[in-house]
């Protein structure tokens, strides 16, 4: 079938299917309730991403078993088995969180387990490569920074889930990065993924776009951050290349959520506890909209998946774009999102 017609069909199925949840978590009181974090003013529903959850592993089954042992060897099989599973325990995991609260020591425990196993059965990253400076071996030390990697950024995409539409859209656009990434490799089961990560946050987006109907939650916002952090892996193996683009492609939520622990960590704050210091979340404080900074994030996201294909075929004018370009664009929202607050 077209790729672009399954395409549109995992996209309506999320959209139908997104709409069923909705009821259920109306009718069983799976709410939300607003908090000194939230950016909601009133109960909402939330679990949305389930759907998100299994339209990606049931694409990714079907690419694994579609392809069969004539044309995936054994490695590619058990490889893309490794990930569906490891997914479906992080969704698990999220699931029983959006539930029932569990404590950040057995979600830490749970996910690190997880992080351990993907590396042993994927690898791990044992270079990166920097544009304009080249590559950099990182050796046994990149086993730590994988672990770190894995774990940073399905907490980062959990934490980063905070506004209506911004999640679900980053991952709607990064799909699409990948998509682009995996098909230049030509890495089959990857490029499902990405496609399947895509079409179905887009159809859970007509119901998350604000004013939200209802919420991802964590099933899926841990879910897609594993996901973004083991499709390097899964594409181009421990490359150097990899883990660059997997970043890029990452770079609002990483700088976003980064950037805010560490300038939390230096004033002594609780780095773990509630609070309203994202740069996302400060925009939504001086005035803008939700619809408009989630747009904001979107299209900041193709720009880095344009980037990133640019830079994967050689294209001269990518790696400074990438350097300079894209700290100064987050230099100036910082700015603004200070001159807001101080105008308040």
């Not at 694409?59 to 599973?85: C, H, P, Q």
């Not at 490569?129 to 994988?146: K, M, R």
């Amino acid at each position: 079938m077209n790729q672009f017609y399954i395409y549109i069909l995992l996209a309506l199925l999320s959209y139908g299917g997104v709409h069923l949840i909705r009821r259920y978590a109306e009718k069983r009181q799976l709410l939300d309730a607003p908090n000194e974090r939230s950016s909601h003013v009133s109960p909402t529903p939330r679990g949305g991403g389930l759907m998100i959850v299994l339209l990606v592993t049931g694409a990714g089954l079907w690419s694994v078993f579609e392809a069969g042992f004539d044309t995936l060897n054994l490695s590619g099989f058990s490889r893309g088995l490794i990930y569906i599973v490891c997914g479906i325990i992080i969704a698990w995991l999220g699931w029983r969180d959006d539930l029932h609260s569990l404590s950040p020591r057995l979600r830490f425990s749970v996910q690190s387990l997880v992080a351990l196993i993907s590396i042993l059965s994927l690898g791990y990253f044992k270079s990166v490569t920097i544009p304009l400076f080249g590559e950099l071996q990182l050796g046994v030390v990149g086993f730590i920074i994988t672990f770190l990697w894995i774990i940073g950024l399905t907490n980062a995409y959990n934490f980063m889930d905070g506004i209506d539409g911004m999640a679900g859209g980053v991952a709607f656009a990064g799909g699409i990065g990948w998509m682009m990434l995996s098909g230049n490799m030509q890495n089959t089961f990857a490029f499902w993924v990405a496609l399947a990560v895509s079409a179905s946050s887009l159809g859970f987006l007509f119901h998350n776009w604000a004013p939200a109907k209802i919420f991802m939650g964590d099933v899926a916002s841990t879910f897609l951050g594993y996901t973004f952090a083991v499709l390097p892996l899964l594409s181009a193996d421990e490359g150097g290349d990899a883990l660059m683009l997997g970043t890029l492609l990452m770079w609002t939520f990483i700088m976003d959520a980064g950037v805010t622990f560490i300038r939390r960590a230096v004033k002594g704050e609780q780095i773990f506890s509630a609070h309203r210091t994202h740069l996302y979340q400060r925009l939504v404080i001086g005035g803008y909209k939700h619809a408009a900074i989630s747009t904001l994030y979107i299209f900041l996201t193709l720009v880095a998946g344009l980037l990133s294909y640019a830079w994967s075929w050689g294209r001269p004018y990518a790696p400074l774009l990438i350097i300079l370009g894209l700290p100064l664009i987050w230099i100036l929202l910082s700015v603004h999102a200070k001159r807001l607050e101080n105008a308040q």
